[in-house]
């Protein structure tokens, strides 16, 4: 059976860190696109960063540039969202998502992945 497990969300101040993370089980994580995305209350869910299937390549959102990190650890079959200086319009639902058929940026969208993780929390407090 095929499955995203996430941990790591929580309540945090502006400023602070989090690092997020997706245990894929059933399939080779990195084999595929991966992907991690968020749905703030109300909003659509919007694409932070991926890596592309094709060619490995990492895109990121605008608003995380220089602030968010995807990482992959092949040995776990996990791949890590690090969060840094947080800011309040960071607080969402976050979600990984794997089995991502998609190349280029278009790995940003929801849409190209086959498998998602149950979400997690992310609160930030001014």
């Known amino acids: 059976e095929v499955q995203l497990v996430e941990s790591g969300g929580g309540l945090v101040q502006a400023g602070g860190s989090l690092r997020l993370s997706c245990a894929a089980s059933g399939f080779t994580f990195v084999d595929y696109g991966i992907g991690w995305f968020r749905q703030a209350a109300g909003k659509e869910r919007e694409g932070v960063v991926c890596i592309s299937n094709s060619a490995g390549s990492t895109y990121y959102a605008d608003s995380v540039k220089g602030r968010f990190t995807i990482s992959s650890d092949n040995a776990k079959n996990t791949a890590y969202l690090q969060m840094n200086s947080l800011k309040p319009e960071d607080t969402a639902v976050y979600y990984c998502?794997?089995?991502?058929?998609?190349?280029?940026?278009?790995?940003?969208?929801?849409?190209?992945?086959?498998?998602w993780g149950q979400g997690t929390q992310v609160t930030v407090s001014s």
């Open positions: 998502a794997g089995g991502g058929g998609g190349y280029g940026s278009t790995c940003l969208g929801w849409a190209s992945y086959d498998f």
